[in-house]
């Protein structure tokens, strides 16, 4: 008996497979000159008689009348379930079987989303019509292009959180950042910067694959795919040992629409608003083995910004003395275009292959003033150009083998190529007093093209000792080449030719291999509870070379053991699930860390990178509970973290009077939180859901800065939000009034308590959004209108720093009010295809950049 669900799970899904699947009709199955009809390809089944009847037959929905476009019907014979022959219904519901026989037969109708209708009938040589065949709709709804079930908008699963961006309609004509602000677990600032559960060390991942759209800035990429594009965002709070040995935080994969139809379909969408516009399209195609999907998709923003510092410095008697006093505003504007190619080809059941390719191009520019009022030296404006852009493609291809009647055995390889490459520059004229223009006292020109080239190859193999026991192990091998161009030319005087710095120009490279091999053991200990077990084992060589100056070449090489386990227990109630787990974990600087190039266009705060940082070392623990009841879903954990050799932002104030900001392994940090998610339908048309997250930081540097003083910080964090939709009509309620039929709306809200740093602390924010949506044209197109933090302009991200040596106050005021206008069109017909079984490199190991466009 503990083989009859498998088996009867293989056969209901092996049927619709088979009877989608086009082939040529075999040799003798059709008499000469017979042809199918353009809408339903002729199937690869046994020999059918030949003859001259025919059936004909329409299938509509039982509640709505309307045709079941694209409905599967078998012809079976009168005893045994092996089809004789199939076709599909064309999109009025209309179906034929031609040359049959003489005899009896049976009619089986199906599609995804409906019961299964079998009627008996029999043939003579004249045509047999059935009439209208009804099926009977089940809880999922199939649309006329895609399968759209009844899912929450956050759903919790063992090892993850999965928010789904596409039921949320406040996303749509957004952008990815707009997405991630109300993911549970996950906090995006003003700027972009991201952070799960209190941590910036975060791995983001696209499409479960590491991407160079990330590799230089999180906050930039997160600009650049459209919200429109995103089906989920998944969180991964204690990755198990075939994730590579990521940090301190978790992993965030963001998931791209593609889908397993057959036929041709796609998408058209276009958005304007007074803070970001874009247009997206998408194009999926699927004949029987061979699929291909695609989008494309641009975008445009555009922000005024103004900020203003001060500062004060200790004297040597410990007075606070003001030093600095900075105002600035300017104007920034850039957009770009982003696009994704797939192509997969199944050979058979058994085999997949696939090709993938994606690119990003990003550029942004902006003129920026600002007036500065240093204590030790006369008043002076700067006007500044500045100027970024980046572009990037990933390139991958794997290779999937599954085993017939062993459904969790897999065999995969899989290789990409990752390239990235960025060039800042900045033109800067320096006038006295509060003048932009007139006679320059100073000029300064400054290129930086960094580039990070990555090549992945990987091999994983799943294999089920039984029902309870499965063994997954794997090699991996990462090689990784970045390097840094910086050239800066400055003229003293202000009317003279610039001439190169050699002092503040140089090339770096930096060369990182990592070689990884895994494995995880998972087994039942009772019937309730159950256990996996695993160590992965890695190997890092780094070398890092100058071109010029001292000591122009490092290196680092250490081997890792980082173990994990887990433990799930289900008390009874079906739903319920405790899980305990505990995994260790490494995180390597990326190259917006590594970056020495010195951003001077502030020439009272400079920032840059360190070349000789040292990997983070983290042990995470982690006690979830979930349970349903009544409807209501309810997740609730309890975690800590214990980071040693953290990367730390570090500040400091030179013999100039110059802030140094820079990155150091100074940092010990311990994080002890507790986070509970809960959603439910107050009544059947509205669902709300939310996220509570509390959490106490400890961070302690032994050494912190040029002063060698200790250093620390704590205190008690928190994140709250909530999300509420209702709609104002069922589906398919044809008896609600015309304005109320596909009519929904969304609010969104969120809270975060202030950010507690080494050195100071970030004021709270807070977000909302609302949005309203139409369907129109029979549910192929929807009218949307977003508005985001409209109550106020600006938002104001105060921070301050304390430390031993001097204290500061800035106030960034960032534009965020947001109203946007998207419309989003969908055409195709297709008809459900069972899913394969993919695989996709997942490069989770190093410590990515926080803010946007420093490094």
């Known amino acids: 008996m503990k083989h009859a669900l498998p088996l009867l799970l293989s056969t209901l899904l092996a049927t619709p497979a088979l009877a989608q699947t086009p082939a040529a009709p075999p040799t ?229 629409k593609k889908n397993n139809l057959e036929g041709t379909n796609g998408s058209m969408g276009v958005a304007a608003g007074t803070r970001s516009s874009n247009a997206n399209a998408s194009l999926n195609v699927r004949r029987g083995k061979i699929g291909i999907n695609s989008s494309a998709s641009g975008f445009a923003f555009y ?57 990003n191009l990003f550029r942004n520019q902006g003129d920026y003033d600002q007036f500065n009022q240093p204590a030790a030296l006369p008043d002076f404006t700067r006007a500044t150009d500045r100027a970024f852009r980046t572009q990037s493609y990933d390139a991958s291809g794997s290779y999937t083998r599954t085993f017939e009647g062993q459904p969790k055995r897999e065999w995969s390889v899989l290789g990409q190529h990752t390239r990235n490459r960025n060039t800042q520059h900045y033109d800067l004229d320096q006038f006295p007093g509060r003048a932009t223009e007139g006679e320059r006292t100073y000029r300064e020109g400054s290129d930086n093209l960094s580039r990070n080239l990555e090549t992945t190859l990987q091999t994983d193999y799943t294999h089920p000792f039984s029902e309870t026991a499965t063994l997954e192990a794997g090699a991996k091998g990462i090689l990784r080449r970045v390097s840094s161009q910086y050239d800066v030319q400055i003229d003293p005087t202000g009317n003279s030719p610039l001439v190169r710095s050699a002092a503040r120009s140089n090339t770096f490279d930096y060369d990182q291999n990592v070689l990884a091999a895994y494995a995880t053991y998972g087994f039942s200990l009772s019937k309730k509870l159950t256990s996996r077990l695993g160590a992965r084992l890695e190997r890092t060589d780094i070398t890092g070379r100058f071109t010029q100056g001292e000591a122009s070449r490092f290196t680092q090489n250490y081997t890792s053991l980082l173990p994990n386990v887990s433990l799930s227990y289900q008390p009874g109630k079906p739903g319920q699930t405790v899980r305990l787990a505990y995994s260790q974990r490494i995180q390597r600087p990326q190259i917006f860390y590594l970056n020495p190039f010195i951003n001077a266009s502030d020439s009272l705060n400079i920032s840059y990178g360190n070349p000789r940082l040292n990997p983070e070392f983290t042990d995470s623990y982690e006690l979830n509970y979930t349970t349903f009841v009544k409807g209501v879903v309810l997740n609730g954990s309890v975690y800590t973290r214990r980071t040693g050799n953290a990367i730390e932002t570090v500040r400091f104030v030179d013999e100039q009077g110059v802030q140094n900001q820079t990155f150091r392994n100074i940092g010990r940090n311990a994080t002890y939180g507790a986070s509970l998610f809960g959603s439910f339908k107050p009544v059947p048309l509205w669902d709300l859901s939310g996220n509570l997250n509390f959490y106490y930081v400890s961070l302690n540097s032994p050494a912190l800065d040029v002063t060698s003083t200790a250093f620390r910080n704590s205190g008690l964090m928190y994140s709250i939000n909530i999300n509420s939709s209702y709609k104002f009509a069922k589906a398919g309620d044809d008896t609600a009034t015309p304005w109320r039929r596909g009519l929904s709306i969304q609010v969104n809200a969120g809270l975060n308590s202030p950010r507690i740093q080494l050195q100071g602390q970030q004021r709270a924010w807070a ?89």
Do not use: C, W
Request: proline share 6%.
């Open 28 to 256: 003798g199955a059709r008499p000469a000159g017979a042809t199918p009809p353009a809408a339903a390809p002729r199937l690869a089944l046994p020999e059918t008689p030949k003859g001259a009847g025919r059936i004909t037959g329409t299938v509509l929905d039982a509640t709505t009348k309307k045709p079941v476009e694209f409905a599967t019907v078998a012809l079976l014979p009168a005893t045994g379930e092996r089809p004789l022959d199939g076709t599909t219904a064309d999109e009025r519901g209309r179906f034929v079987l031609k040359g049959l026989a003489a005899g009896a037969y049976r009619v089986q109708v199906s599609f995804l989303g409906y019961g299964v209708r079998v009627e008996n009938v029999t043939v003579a040589d004249g045509p047999v019509d059935l009439g209208s065949l009804l099926l009977t709709s089940t809880a999922q709804k199939l649309g006329e292009v895609t399968v759209t079930g009844e899912r929450d908008v956050v759903e919790t699963k063992p090892d993850r959180l999965v928010y789904n961006a596409d039921r949320d309609l406040t996303n749509t004509g957004g952008t990815a950042a707009d997405v991630l602000r109300k993911v549970p677990l996950i906090s995006v600032d003003p700027d972009g910067n991201v952070e799960l559960r209190g941590t910036s060390n975060v791995r983001v991942l696209i499409n479960n694959k590491p991407s160079g759209i990330v590799a230089s800035s999180v906050a930039d990429a997160m600009k650049q795919i459209p919200a429109d594009q995103i089906k989920t965002v998944e969180v991964i709070t204690t990755p198990g040992a075939k994730y590579d040995a990521e940090g301190t935080g978790g992993i965030i994969n963001i998931t791209l």
């Open 767 to 855: 977000f909302y959004s609302m949005g309203l949506r139409k369907s129109l044209l029979q549910d192929k197109a929807d009218l949307t209108l977003n508005a985001d933090n409209f109550l106020q302009a600006t938002r104001n991200l105060n921070t301050i720093l304390e430390t031993p040596q001097f204290t500061q106050e800035s106030n960034n005021y960032i534009y965020l009010r947001g109203v946007r206008l998207a419309f989003n069109y969908r055409f195709g017909k297709v008809s459900t295809q069972a899913p394969k079984r993919r695989k996709g490199i997942q490069n989770d190991d190093a410590k990515q950049g926080e803010g946007s466009g420093q490094q």
């Open 303 to 359: 922000s005024p910004n103004r900020n203003d510092l001060t500062r004060s410095v200790r004297d040597a008697q410990g007075t606070l003395v003001p030093s600095l006093r900075q105002e600035g505003d300017g104007f920034t504007i850039g957009g770009g275009g982003f696009g994704r190619l797939g192509f997969d080809y199944d050979p058979s059941k058994e085999h997949n292959f696939n090709l993938s390719v994606q690119g």
